[in-house]
């Protein structure tokens, strides 16, 4: 008895701090990258970007911290916009006139980092034919779920993506527009259960036009 | 010293023809009546021989008057038998099983059975050293013991599953007294199937397979039931930690059949029940149990006929039911299963045409559900997602021993599957409102027929060849997959006990399984190959040297080469269990995999000291189009070296100890390697500091771009055995990963959250999950 109680201390003991660790793995060291967030829509008056570098996974620097004094050259449908000003939220700014159809081209240069080139052309805002409130349906958790159709009228001869979202005003958070306690999931294979909404190609389309049920 | 006994049965003319007589006969177990598959029988001073088939039967010519046979098996006292003229050519030979601790007697003049198979990349692991293994939880594991075998993985710590030549769980034809199991794994793998009180041969195949086998890329398990004990009765059974069993034996008719019938119940859930419930309050009681319960019978209705039948049904069951104060009861249930059942006739046609007529049935399924129910209203609301597979099956088999330079095997195999991959069933009530409805049920019906013909072709007394070819055809949907699949090996003897082989083989596989963790859960999807996804198929090239040595001792070295086509895996992303749209629109098709290897392996299966060592030097890659952007990545299980090592040692006739040891270097893993700012609602201000609800993204280099620590561990076990007046009891005391290695189980980030806040000193490090520590566990066995 006297040693299954030893042996039974000595698992005990030996267990603790066993089933968590902390590990040591050789984890490549990561050369920070440009990182560039910038959102385009027709009607626009500015260019805003936000510019930012990446971190390797164990750096605790800030991700906020904007890059100081990058090269910048956005060209919009030809036109060369360089002078950008830094405003007080930390992005680069500069008035533009910004239109459906536009086309912007992104270069973005930094000291001791590769250069980022990115381009694409302002979309339509999507045709929303219809919506329709369906009925309510439950997951595996119990959780309700309100079923919402709407058909949407798609450019058959180009690819396009699109992202669903509910946006109400928020009380708490002036100025700032975001689902709040609104999940969405889809059957659809890029399926997430988000608040931010829902994004999906035209590759579930058919024939230009569909009903998309979420 | 030559001990046995042969019985003589006279059943027809004896053929002598130009000099020559055919021998045939059974071999079986002096005490059980139990035959024996895969025992040698050859013709003394020569090399003319053969091994008995599955169900013990042998058939061979001797040029040799007067010859004298000699029989001999793993386990068992080899016998000589003289021949003379006048005998007749059905035999009936006897092995006595050796004692614990005899040793085959090794003399100069001993004669070992020539080496006769041209099999490549086969093991036969005797039942008694299966059951040396050291226990887990109680319980010694036929499926643990081969995951020591080189070429041979077990994908995650503690599961059960087989990852053979970087094959996946599905691809391997597990047959249950000819019949194929689906999922063989209790506790989500902890435990296998398999009674070890219940088995009597096991036999696996990586490679060079036979043309009587199809339907699976990557290895044959063959298990065969004990059928019973002709002679006497007899009872068996264990105590443990986590779970009991008990089997019982005897004959039906004294030496012409007999019976048995074997269970297994785990009570884990005695002892969850109660502790939830204490440490909930009340409210919550989790429940965890498995059974197995196995039945067999079998009868000789003539000298020529013998019927079998066996069953087996196994069912693990997961319960939590919560009942909370405001009078909700609600229960979450997870169970899966088999059924199998088989029944079978043997003929004896002529001395040298040996069939057998098989009907099978299996059946797997698991299912997920939630129930709730407000006790002082009329609301419920019950949720049900289920997936299954069954097989109904029509197999017979013929062999042919014409000369001693051809045996010829032929066979037609019927299978039709019914393919549930998924249905949910959905039923609320609410005040007088009541819904139900089911959806997402895309049924298959499938149906394949296979047809096989292979000759065991001995060109020359040290060249001999397996050829063969597996025809398959599979019917689904209106679409037909014909797929003609050869198998040869060749073997040439560099000596009396020692040969170099070559093998190829192309195989097919109709069912594909899909796993969302890759870990081989129950929960992993068992789908058709169907008009839109094609059958898996793979090309397999084994080189090999294989040499026996006096004492017991076998050595192989090998090395293979195998490439796979037509894998599928789940898209990116995908919740297997959300959404009602049918599987093959979450797929990705048409994947790739190589793999390719080094193997060494060293058994020795009699003595006071037994066990193997096994070392695999190996390397398994895989490539879809739209993973990884089409670049080729290692498979999840690829484990660049990996050694298994069983050792039993017999202190006297009371006492054994046990251990194994195996080492593999990491597992691949998906780590990011940095991470980067994403916008999530609008582009953040990046000034402010109190709040920044901004995703962050990891950025990975590709899949499987990390090893995780290497994994090694442990068991050791000692049996302690006393004969007693009633019968035999054994105490068996086992550590499972003595030295408590804690072996990685996956990593993490530390402060993984998807959001981040702008400020700094956010500190993070990479964390491990482990899952068992030493883990004592004992035993009580009986057996009377």
Known sequence: ?214 | MVKGIYWLIFIGNPLILFGQQRLSGYVEDADSGERLFGASVWVAGTSQGTTTNFYGYFSLLSAEENAVLKVSYVGYEPIEIAITDQDPFALLIKLDPLGDLEEVTITSSRELPPERQAQVSAVSIPIKQIQQLPAVGGEVDLMRGLQLLPGVQSGREGLTGLYVRGGGPDQNLILLDGIPLYNVSHLGGIFSVFNPDILSDVNLIKGGFPARYGGRLSSVLNIKVREGNRNETQTQGAIGLASARLSHEGPITKGKGSYLLAMRRSYIDAFTRPISRITSGGETSFGYTFYDLNGKINYDLSGKDKVYASVYTGHDRAVVNTSSSDDIKASSNFQWGNVLATARWNRLVSDRIFTNLSLGYTRYNYSIGFDQEELDTDNAFLFNYSSGIEDLSLRYDWEFYLNNKHSLRTGLHFTEHFFTPGVNLFRTQQETVKTDTVFGSFNVNARELSVYVEDDWEISKRLRMNLGLHLNGYHVNGANYLSPQPRVTASYMTGARSAVKLSYAQMQQNVHLLSSSGAGLPTDLWVPATERTAPQFSSQITAAYNKSFSGGYEASAEVYYKTMDNLIAYSDGVNWLEGAEDWQDKIERNGQGLSRGLELFLHKKEGRFTGWIGYTLAKSDLQFETINEGRSFPDRFDRRHDVGLFLNYEINKRVSVSGTWVYGTGNAITLGQSRYMGVAEGIPNLSDQRFGFNRHVEYYEGRNNFRMRAYHRADVGIRFTKPKKWGERTWNLGFYNAYSRANPFYYYWSNQSLFFFNSADDSRSLRQIALFPIIPSFSYEFKF
């Open chain 1, 1 to 214: 008895m006297k040693y299954l109680i030893q042996l039974l201390l000595f698992v005990t003991v030996s267990s603790c701090n066993f089933f968590d660790r902390e590990i040591n793995l050789e984890i490549p060291e990561h050369t920070p990258r440009i990182v560039v967030n910038a959102i385009v829509e027709a009607g626009g008056d500015e260019l805003r970007l936000a510019i930012t570098r990446s971190l390797g996974m164990r750096d605790t620097s800030s991700f906020s911290e904007p890059i100081p004094n990058p090269e910048i050259l956005v060209t919009v449908n030809g036109q060369n916009y360089t002078e950008f000003q830094l405003d007080t939220a930390n992005h680069y700014v500069t008035p533009a006139t910004i239109q459906t159809g536009d086309r912007i081209e992104l270069e973005v240069r930094a000291t001791n980092m590769e250069t980022v080139f990115s381009e694409t052309v302002v979309p339509a805002a999507p045709l929303i034919r219809d919506v329709k409130l369906g009925g309510t349906v439950y997951d595996f958790g119990g959780s309700e779920k309100r079923e919402i159709s709407f058909v949407i009228q798609d450019i058959p001869s180009e690819e396009n993506f699109y992202l669903v979202k509910f946006i109400q005003e928020r009380d708490d958070f002036p100025n700032y527009f975001g689902s709040r306690g609104i999940g969405i999931d889809s059957p659809i294979t890029w399926l997430n259960y988000v608040f931010s909404g829902l994004a999906f190609t035209d590759a579930v389309f058919r024939n230009g036009e569909a009903t998309v049920t979420i």
